[in-house]
């Protein structure tokens, strides 16, 4: 198991990679026209030019079976949503990407908020995009409990709910309830309930380790290799060192890369990675 660590420009940085050597990207990327101080900004209007050559890089660095999960948000734009995000996602398409599944992160501690046309957003997207349709997933990793509500749900069920919506594509479940009877798991929704990091104090918009982890026992075995582009303060990279993956995180900003590789001080949620010093700064 190793992490490397590499200081500078994402589009410039992935280069040193090779290809087809990376199972997992998790990241995600400064938001249109937000952290200026920063990051500088991107306008909404440029953003899906800034961001396509970097998507070009990870498309050579991701392994055919492989997976990439971006978390992003729109934002709002002289009174209405801007497109970005939409427009990113038709570029990824054209680019050659399969654009997957979409998750909601549902940011369960989200403070209260209103404008004059709208209240405060309490979700963001998690988009998947895969190279092709057969990609690795170990959907078991994440099962959840079924719980209380199903006794009752499934303790009476019409013959609807018993003969409807057979499986598909061969794995005998689908949304046929009758499947579903006695069984004390059951798969998650494509809604993640997960609270902000509020605690970080040194950076503005860290993950919380929740949301990485699941997402490495989702589309990962130990010894799978998993990179986070816009590492930040390190979070993606920490919790896959202590899952036993090989990390790769770069990072533009000076002040965040000196954050995680060890010559600033050390942040509570890189302890582990710190102690064991097994990574390679590049």
């Known amino acids: 198991m190793a992490t490397r660590l590499f200081l500078g420009d994402a589009a410039k940085q992935l280069r040193q990679l090779e290809d087809a050597s990376v199972d ?19 306008h909404a ?13 990870l498309k050579r660095v991701l392994k055919p079976t492989g997976t990439f999960v971006l978390n992003i948000k729109e934002r709002v734009v002289a009174g209405e949503r801007h ?9 990824m398409r054209q680019q050659g990407w399969l654009w997957t599944e979409e998750m909601i992160w549902h940011k369960k501690n989200c ?8 209240f405060r957003d309490a979700w963001e997207r998690l988009l998947q ?5 057969n990609f690795t ?13 199903a006794k009752s749900r ?19 479940f689908g949304k046929k309830i009758e499947n579903w009877i006695g069984r004390s798991m059951a798969y998650p929704t494509n809604v993640m309930h997960t609270a902000t990091e509020c605690g970080n104090k040194r950076h503005s918009a860290a993950f919380p380790e929740s949301l990485p982890e699941w997402f490495i026992n989702l589309f990962t075995r130990e010894g799978d ?6 590492m930040g303060s390190g979070t993606t990279v920490a919790v896959a060192e202590r899952m036993g993956r090989d990390a790769v995180g770069i990072e533009i900003s000076q002040e965040y890369y000196d954050l995680v590789a060890g010559t600033d001080k050390k942040p509570k949620q890189l302890m582990l990675m710190q102690k064991k010093k097994r990574y390679a700064v590049t």
């Open 137 to 149: 997933m170990y959907q078991d990793a994440v099962m959840v409990p079924t719980g209380d509500w």
């Open 129 to 133: 995009f895969n190279l092709q349709k």
């Open 154 to 172: 499934l303790k009476n069920l019409s013959e609807t709910d018993r003969t409807r919506d057979e499986s598909k594509v061969g794995s005998g």
């Open 111 to 118: 403070y209260p908020g209103k404008w004059p046309n709208r």
């Open 24 to 42: 997992l990207i998790v990241t995600s990327p400064p938001y249109a026209d937000q952290r200026k101080q920063t990051y500088g900004g991107i």
């Open 45 to 57: 209007d440029h953003y899906v030019e800034w961001f396509m050559p970097i998507a070009a890089e």
């Open 225 to 230: 290799c998993v990179l986070d582009p816009f």
């Open 83 to 91: 497109t970005y995000v939409l427009e990113l996602i038709l570029a």
